[in-house]
């Protein structure tokens, strides 16, 4: 079982530190990771102005947010594990735009990132979260999943239905940053957690470097098997690096509960089925995330969380609850008429090709889901997806008609 004391010895940061002052552990404990904001000291031979990067053709939020002022003041500092600004805003630096979204432009590398860089963090978070201000507002969760209601879709028009969200483990830097046995380390937590679900939770573990040909040939049949990333958001961030060591996929025996393990994020947990009915989805989702979380915390360890931030992942457009409900939907009609964009903004939906975020739709088949992360629950922004698909195929059967259809009022995000 891991400890406090374990978790402490394992920062880089503590083990320079403990050897430096010969071995204390109260000293090592009081520069852990969870007393240390300030930041760490960083030598540069250059001025800040000389390395300011050269963001005129960016659109992404770092470029927008990012000043030569914010820059001076933060790119001297770094985490208690090393991580630096400039290792942050690389993937943005390096990718000034995205053909479909405004894309975040920065990731953090661990836990304190998001203090020791907050003067530039806090207004991206600000500008991707539609206002949420993490210096004033608190972030709720609610997985109670009997809350839902209208959560069965029209099946002509809905063909799948999946929430997903990502978990990290408190004391392990993220996966931008971490070191092969801080991965390694992921991976065994989450596997020996995984090992303790039960009933129609119980599943099994593929390593992407142990799995057989006919277990590889499985996943990629049902859809499941991630493979190395090629975008650049994600390999200028560095989340490829040692591709495929301790990565792997987790599933139930039904296939409906997955566990994706050292991708983007530590963790990525997806419920999914064919078929319109979310609000079963939602139900096995709440399930499986609460003893997930349950088995991690037995054996020693934590998620990663704020009151703030609500739980801490790599990317700072899934702060919050991390979800995504999604379905994909049938729309040819609805999807041709200059309203549906407005529509899509007014419900506070974002659309997707069903290949992703780097995909254009085919056949008028679009993946929708929530736009929102952060401020509002759980429960609520599945209910949000769930009324927005609603009103996206009663929109689609009026125009089957040739009947008008109406741009709803924008719904307000925080309530």
Same mark, same amino acid.
């Not at 053909?99 to 991206?124: Q, R």
């Not at 319109?276 to 360890?301: D, P, S």
């Not at 008429?337 to 007014?346: C, E, H, M, Q, Y």
């Not at 995909?359 to 609520?380: K, M, W």
């Given at each position: 079982?891991?400890?406090?004391?374990?978790?402490?010895?394992?920062?880089?940061?503590?083990?320079?530190?403990?050897?430096?002052?010969?071995?204390?552990?109260?000293?090592?404990?009081?520069?852990?990771?969870?007393?240390?904001?300030?930041?760490?000291?960083?030598?540069?031979?250059?001025?800040?102005?000389?390395?300011?990067?050269?963001?005129?053709?960016?659109?992404?939020?770092?470029?927008?947010?990012?000043?030569?002022?914010?820059?001076?003041?933060?790119?001297?500092?770094?985490?208690? !594990?090393?991580?630096?600004?400039?290792?942050?805003?690389?993937?943005?630096?390096? !990718?000034?735009?995205?053909?479909?979204?405004?894309?975040?432009?920065?990731?953090?590398?661990?836990?304190?990132?998001?203090?020791?860089?907050?003067?530039?963090?806090?207004?991206?978070?600000?500008?991707?979260?539609?206002?949420?201000?993490?210096?004033?507002?608190?972030?709720?969760?609610?997985?109670?999943?009997?809350?839902?209601?209208?959560?069965?879709?029209?099946?002509?028009?809905?063909?799948?239905?999946? *929430?997903?969200?990502?978990?990290?483990?408190?004391?392990?830097?993220?996966?931008?940053?971490?070191?092969?046995?801080?991965?390694?380390?992921?991976?065994?937590?989450?596997?020996?957690?995984?090992?303790?679900? =039960?009933?129609?939770? /119980?599943?099994?573990?593929?390593?992407?470097?142990?799995?057989?040909? =006919?277990?590889?040939?499985?996943?990629?049949?049902?859809?499941?098997?991630?493979?190395?990333?090629?975008?650049?958001?994600?390999?200028?961030?560095?989340?490829?690096?040692?591709?495929?060591?301790?990565?792997?996929?987790?599933?139930?025996?039904?296939? /409906?509960?997955?566990?994706?393990?050292?991708?983007?994020?530590?963790?990525?947990?997806?419920?999914?089925?064919?078929?319109?009915?979310?609000?079963? *989805?939602?139900?096995?989702?709440?399930?499986?995330?609460?003893?997930?979380?349950?088995?991690?915390?037995?054996?020693?360890?934590?998620?990663?969380?704020?009151?703030?931030?609500?739980?801490?992942?790599?990317?700072?457009?899934?702060?919050?609850?991390?979800?995504?409900?999604?379905?994909?939907?049938?729309?040819?009609?609805?999807?041709?008429?200059?309203?549906?964009?407005?529509?899509?903004?007014?419900?506070?939906?974002?659309?997707?090709?069903?290949?992703?975020?780097?995909?254009?739709?085919?056949?008028?088949?679009?993946?929708?889901?929530?736009?929102?992360?952060?401020?509002?629950?759980?429960?609520?922004?599945?209910?949000?997806?769930?009324?927005?698909?609603?009103?996206?195929?009663?929109?689609?059967?009026?125009?089957?008609?040739?009947?008008?259809?109406?741009?709803?009022?924008?719904?307000?995000?925080?309530?």
């Amino acid at each position: 079982m891991a400890s406090n004391f374990s978790r402490v010895m394992s920062s880089k940061w503590n083990i320079r530190i403990l050897s430096l002052v010969g071995g204390s552990v109260t000293a090592g404990f009081l520069l852990h990771r969870e007393h240390v904001s300030a930041g760490v000291p960083v030598r540069r031979m250059y001025p800040a102005s000389a390395e300011y990067p050269d963001l005129r053709k960016h659109n992404n939020c770092m470029a927008s947010n990012l000043t030569p002022a914010i820059y001076a003041k933060l790119c001297n500092k770094a985490t208690p !594990n090393g991580y630096t600004l400039d290792q942050a805003i690389q993937t943005g630096v390096d !990718n000034p735009g995205h053909p479909f979204i405004k894309t975040v432009g920065m990731v953090a590398g661990d836990e304190e990132s998001y203090e020791v860089f907050a003067d530039l963090l806090d207004p991206i978070i600000k500008e991707r979260h539609n206002g949420y201000d993490p210096c004033t507002m608190k972030h709720p969760t609610d997985l109670d999943s009997s809350k839902i209601h209208s959560g069965l879709f029209d099946e002509r028009y809905v063909l799948s239905s999946r *929430v997903r969200t990502g978990r990290s483990i408190r004391g392990l830097s993220l996966p931008p940053a971490c070191t092969r046995a801080e991965r390694r380390e992921v991976e065994k937590v989450v596997v020996d957690a995984l090992s303790g679900l =039960k009933g129609d939770l /119980t599943g099994k573990y593929f390593s992407l470097t142990q799995m057989t040909d =006919k277990e590889q040939q499985q996943l990629i049949d049902d859809h499941f098997l991630f493979d190395k990333p090629v975008s650049p958001l994600l390999t200028c961030a560095g989340m490829a690096r040692d591709w495929p060591d301790a990565r792997g996929i987790w599933h139930n025996n039904e296939k /409906t509960f997955l566990i994706w393990i050292n991708e983007e994020d530590h963790t990525r947990v997806i419920s999914m089925e064919k078929g319109g009915n979310m609000k079963r *989805v939602f139900e096995r989702f709440c399930k499986g995330l609460k003893e997930v979380e349950r088995l991690i915390q037995e054996r020693g360890w934590e998620f990663m969380w704020s009151e703030s931030l609500g739980y801490i992942l790599t990317c700072p457009s899934n702060l919050g609850t991390g979800l995504r409900a999604g379905v994909h939907v049938k729309l040819p009609l609805l999807s041709k008429d200059p309203r549906f964009s407005k529509i899509l903004d007014n419900l506070r939906l974002q659309k997707r090709g069903t290949g992703g975020v780097d995909t254009a739709a085919v056949g008028g088949i679009f993946d929708i889901s929530n736009l929102d992360r952060l401020g509002q629950s759980e429960v609520q922004l599945v209910q949000t997806v769930i009324d927005g698909v609603n009103y996206l195929v009663e929109c689609e059967k009026r125009l089957e008609k040739g009947q008008d259809i109406k741009v709803p009022a924008p719904l307000k995000q925080f309530k």
